[in-house]
């Protein structure tokens, strides 16, 4: 027998330590994989797939945390010394199930298009949402639609061309979080145009953030 063989690699004895109760400066969290989901690890890469799309992240930059496949769970171990040491297993574990509830559930982001001077227009071209009109302005505004699966739906008033709201929704939270964020950044008046929020209450203002249907 090879010498090397002797020895199990980090993931395996964290693994085995968990499982024996041997347990010595180590923390964990175990996430429970659903029927229907698969999930991958190719190293710190993870991919998970459900009825509702795909969502892969790359976590190499989380050198303290190991993440291993064990049947059907995800195990997020690390080597703890100080409570700070803590967050990222945290931070790591909490993206993962949000990728399985996304893939089960879309995230979904709700915004209001309110306006008292000028009429808004708002429409989806190719991977970004464009916003005309605001605040009487000749320029188109463009705003990218981060993720490949991240979908924006305009529905407009009633018996209108005029639009009442704009939704972002996809598998990933992160990636319909920021097109949201981004949304409602290139509506802030700033310089020449610059108001008192207060009073000036024309934007794209996100209400509700919820699940596919939830709302």
């Not at 291993?68 to 993962?96: E, F, M, Q, Y």
């Not at 061309?161 to 939704?167: A, F, G, Q, R």
Request: hydrophobic letters at 40%; aromatic letters at 6%; one cysteine or more.
């Amino acid at each position: 027998m090879v010498q090397s063989d002797l020895f199990l690699s980090e993931e395996q004895a964290i693994l085995e330590a968990i499982k024996s109760k041997q347990i010595i400066g180590i923390e964990w969290e175990t996430i429970e994989i659903p029927d229907g989901i698969k999930v991958e690890l190719l190293g710190k890469k993870v991919r998970v797939e459900g009825p509702r799309g795909k969502v892969e992240k790359d976590f190499s930059y989380v050198r303290t945390v190991k993440i291993i496949k064990d049947g059907n769970k995800i195990i997020v171990a690390c080597h703890v010394r100080r409570d700070k040491d803590r967050k990222p297993l945290r931070t790591v574990a909490s993206k993962i199930k949000r990728m399985i509830e996304g893939v089960q559930k879309w995230f979904v982001c709700k915004h209001k298009v309110a306006f008292a001077h000028f009429p808004i227009r708002v429409n989806v071209e190719g991977k970004f949402i464009v916003v005309e009109n605001f605040y009487g302005r000749r320029d188109r505004i463009k705003i990218p639609i981060v993720g490949d699966q991240t979908k924006v739906e305009v529905r407009l008033q009633p018996d209108s061309d005029i639009p009442d709201e704009v939704v972002i929704m996809g598998p990933d939270l992160e990636a319909v979080s920021q097109t949201s964020a981004n949304l409602q950044e290139a509506c802030k008046l700033r310089g020449k145009f610059r108001k008192d929020p207060r009073v000036f209450q024309d934007g794209i203002w996100r209400y509700m953030i919820t699940r596919e249907g939830e709302e």
